[in-house]
């Protein structure tokens, strides 16, 4: 394809801002879940080495720290995912694995997942769903005052008049 004078190649697949585009719907649909958690742990393991060394910051500075770096990696544009109980499961246990490595917690100490959200003061990534839910039900709305372009912030006129 020609374009502004320049050969632009045609692709089934690319990544625009960390997320995977694809032109053809596939079962099971793109890793994006198998790669937001690969960029989140890779952040995450960074984020360990300062919480390790660090032992005068505070745990709730730690858990701000997580929420900050960590989660809005993880979650980036997942409003829009197609998640599966395998998925879900997978986005959990990631979330409780840091909880426990920003708490010291260790396989061996047996520590149920409940007392890991007590210490925390974290929920489950149930947020997730309501965020899915959130995006499609402003998606579909239907009606003239309330369009999608006119609800979602920067896109096309305001709802407000």
Known sequence: MLLQGHVVESTDRF???LAVIS???SV????QIPR????ASNIFGRLANVCRKRTRLSLQTKIRLYNALVISVLLYGSEAWTVLKADERRLEVFHMNCQRRIL????FHFVTNASVTSQTG???LAILSEATLHFWSRATTTGSDTSPLRTTPGC???HRR
């Open 122 to 124: 974290e929920e489950g």
């Open 23 to 25: 032109t053809r719907l």
């Open 15 to 17: 990544t625009h801002i």
């Open 156 to 158: 096309g006129r305001s």
């Open 104 to 107: 010291g917690i260790r396989w």
């Open 36 to 39: 937001r958690i690969s960029l």
């Open 28 to 31: 099971p649909p793109p890793p």
